[in-house]
Each structure stands twice: as C-alpha cells, then as structure tokens.
C-alpha cells in the first residue's frame, strides 16, 4: 500500500482519517523517518562465520567409565560366572563361561572378576568401574581383608595385575539384589557359554592383555601423536593424505565419516573379542 501515490490512497476516505489522526498525535514528537536495511543476509552471513570458526567440541572432556558387574552361579548341576559390560554410550555386552574344574565359591568370584576386566581391555576400555556382591573379595582388592588362602592369593595377585592396566579401576560392593541381573545369567545354561578348563592363573592367555602385534593402525596413531614422517617423501605424502580422515580423543582412535558420529578403529585380534 505504501508503494501506490497519494491520491490513490485518499480516495479511501477510512484510510484517509486514520492517517490525519496518526499525523496529527505524532507531530508531538520528534520523530526522523529511516528506510529499513536489509539486515538478514548479514545476519546469517555473521552466523555462519561464527560457528566455522568457533572450536569445534570434542568428545567427552571427562572419560566416563565403563561399568562391569560381576558374578557367579555355584550348584551341583552348573558352575558359572557371567560378566555384563556397559560401554559410556549404554551399549551393554554380556559374556558367560562355565567352570569345569573344582572351586569353591569364593574361588569362581575371582574367576568372574578375572574374566571381566579382560573382556573390558579387549573392548578399548581405559576407565573401569567394577560391581559384585563378593565383599570378601572386594575388600580384599581394595586392602581391608587379609588373604589367608593360598589360592585365593595367587588369584589375588593376578586380579590386581589385570585392574593396574587400567587408567582408573574402581571396585565397589553391592548388595545382591543390585546385582540381580548378572545373577540370573550366570545361573543360566546357555550353549554358546564358553567353557573355562584351568583357573585363571594357570591360563597363559590371561596374560596377553597387554599382547599388542602390529596392526594397520599403528602408522596413523603414531603420525597424529607425533607428528613424524617417513623419510619417503611418496610415503609421507600417502600418509598425510590417509591420516586427515583419522582424529585421535582420549587415547583411542577414530575415523570421521560423513553422515554419522565418528567411528572406533580397532584391532584385528579385538574384532574376535567383540564378535564373541
């Protein structure tokens, strides 16, 4: 309407009165009348000028810990132990096994906690919070209980060896109820339970936790902790080239992809841990 010439306007004589009457209560004001700029381009442009050039956020700055609980299913019939393993992101992995050799109860408990935190290191896991209803041996793994036992001793030594390869690895007791739902696996028979033959301190696989062949990832780990390059100058550029698709957070290494959150590199001998 403001476009159309004056006397088009007055031909509305509605229209016409309500402007006089405006005109004639704003004449008491000093008032300058400015043309509108066009603000929202600029606005927009300013926008996205300053989300590209903020920070872009990390993952988590405080690791968060996995959560593994533990226990065991002691009888006549099925001797068992079962570990339920929650990642940060509440992804919950579960692994049962079946004792095949005589153990007391407090024996098994040791055989689940062992269990566990390899299980956790074969999965990425530097932050371990750990729950059983064992309080015997939670507070002998945390100093308040003497061992007296002798094979509780060397189960002790080994449990305690596999929680120090961790960053941080808490224990904490729970009341059983708490721990109800490792309690009803571990009691279950289930086919695809792996079968444990020897006590955990006589199987040498428990000792390769820290067993690390070379793996693909290697070379792109170290050239974005390090910042170093081959001598080979085709080499180096392959590498840079390779590596910018690659970022590093908290130790662990991830892959950027394009329509969807960053994804975990892992190692070929962790694959067969994960598809267990």
């Known amino acids: 309407m403001t476009n159309q010439p004056l006397w088009s306007i007055l031909h509305f004589p509605e229209i016409s009165g309500r402007l006089q009457k405006w005109a004639v209560k704003l004449s008491e004001f000093d008032i300058d009348f400015l043309p509108r700029t066009a603000t929202k381009s600029q606005a927009l442009a300013d926008f996205v000028a300053e989300l590209t050039t903020a920070e872009q956020p990390e993952l988590s700055e ?134 444990i033959l020897l006590p955990a301190f006589e199987d040498p696989e428990v000792f390769d936790i820290d067993s690390c062949p070379g793996s693909w990832m290697d070379e792109i780990q170290h050239y974005l902790q390090t910042g170093e390059l081959p001598n080979d100058r085709h080499k180096a550029r392959r590498l840079r080239v390779r590596t910018a698709r690659y970022t590093i957070s ?16 892992i190692r070929e001998e962790d694959s067969r841990t994960i598809l267990e």
């Open 62 to 195: 405080k690791p968060q810990p996995w959560i593994l609980h533990v226990d065991v299913a002691s009888g006549e019939r099925i001797q068992g132990i079962d570990v339920i393993l929650t990642s940060p992101w509440g992804i919950r992995l579960q692994r049962s096994r079946k004792i095949h050799f005589p153990v007391t109860n407090n024996q098994a408990k040791y055989e689940a906690l062992i269990a566990g935190p390899k299980f956790a290191k074969g999965l990425g896991a530097r932050h371990l919070h750990v729950y059983s209803d064992s309080k015997l041996m939670v507070n002998q793994l945390t100093g308040s209980y003497q061992i007296k036992d002798e094979v509780l001793k060397r189960y002790f030594q080994l449990a305690k060896t596999l929680l120090q390869h961790f960053a941080q690895a808490f224990l904490f007791h729970i009341l059983r109820e708490m721990n109800s739902l490792a309690d009803e696996l571990a009691k279950e028979e289930r086919a695809g339970a792996m079968n």
């Open 250 to 265: 908290h130790g662990q290494l991830f892959r950027r992809c394009y329509s969807s959150p960053l994804a975990k590199c």
